[in-house]
């Protein structure tokens, strides 16, 4: 096997420039990168970008791949494998898997199958049939009368990259409009107005006896594992406020500008949803993407439930926030979400840092990834 390659011919996008030339790469890592033409022929990628491997914080695509259908589970190994293969093919070379840790109220979402996919996603990595270097995000349903429980027992047995503490108790945060709430959950669900609605009580009661001591305990064992916290769908200047009490380091989601700015204030790092800016808006009625972006108050995007969209968000982002610079754009996908989770070894194309990296060229105006290597290894 060579373990050097060159690639040459390529618009390569550094950390604060795009120059025309070229990037070798041995052993996995970049040692050196030069404009114009290459010193010997290397891979010809005939003008296209050459950018970082894109690093995902949260998608919580695996759990479609699992459950295509409502109560219909997959076989977990080839749920993994056809993920991982989507993953890779989106230009993701670091992707957090999102597993939902708790189960809700009426006894649905992903708690009991968290350790089944994680031990999943370990029997593929230990085999060595991952494209992609799949870390894991927990998602910590903080309502959920089962999250200590989860977690507990799925940090006993796996690393744990990444843990959020979600509230999705009706009446607040991301759905403190209940009309939203009941679009989104009968959508998702199938269940009637009526149904959902009943629930509603039922959700707000439970979140009420135990929010408040899960959050506690969470972030406990959050400094206990020296990972790193995610608040999630900040609203107001107090839920911020409490995020940094709680030591977080990222914001997902928040809902408005008044909880992005007092993000920025305290020097907490911004994530939205990369559907949000393709679409022109979120689709839960809250903060547009593209405002905070040209508010200056965007770090990173995160695919959410698209993985495809990581990469058409950071090619769209200089459009529509004109601030923003395409170098800049690009670093909302690769070196912001690297650094904020201590991956201070991926993200740019700089010598000394790991060749993960994305071939990509432009059909009109989307941008599609051509091929993709995950430390100089050919992935896609």
Known sequence: MNNAI???????????????????????????TGAGKAPERGEDLNGDYLIPGLVELHTDH??????????????????????????AASGITTVFDSLRAGSDVDGGGFGPELMALGE?????????????DHLTHLRCEIPS????????????RYPVGLMSLMDHTPGQRQFRDIDKYLQYYCGKSGKSVEAVRGEISRKQAVSSD????????????????????????????????QSVAEGVALAEFPTTLEAAGACREHGVTVMMGAP??????????????????????????????VPASLLMAAFHLPEAAPNISLPQAIATVTRNPARVTGLHD?????????????????????PVVRQVWRGGRRIS
């Open 120 to 132: 999943a996603l370990q029997q593929a990595r230990d085999a060595g049939l991952l494209r992609c």
């Open 346 to 366: 991926r993200g740019e194309i700089r010598t000394g840092l790991r060749g993960d990296l994305a071939r990509v060229t432009m059909m009109g105006e989307t």
């Open 210 to 241: 135990v929010v408040p001591a899960n959050r506690r305990a969470l972030t406990a064992l959050a400094r206990q594992l020296g990972t790193p916290i995610a608040s999630h769908d900040d609203t107001t200047v107090d839920d911020v406020s």
């Open 145 to 156: 009368i089962d999250v200590l429980e989860a977690v507990g027992a799925f940090a006993a």
């Open 62 to 87: 695996l759990e479609s791949h699992y459950s295509p259908r409502p109560g219909v589970k997959w076989n977990r190994m080839g749920a993994v494998m056809a993920y991982d293969a989507q993953i």
């Open 276 to 305: 949000n800016l393709v679409r022109g808006g979120s689709h839960s009625g809250n903060i547009a993407a593209a405002d905070l972006a040209r508010a200056g108050l965007l770090d990173i995007f995160s695919s959410d439930y």
């Open 6 to 32: 060159i690639f040459e011919n390529a618009r390569v996008v550094l950390a604060d420039d795009i120059a025309y030339g070229w990037v070798a790469v041995h052993d996995g890592v970049i040692v050196e």
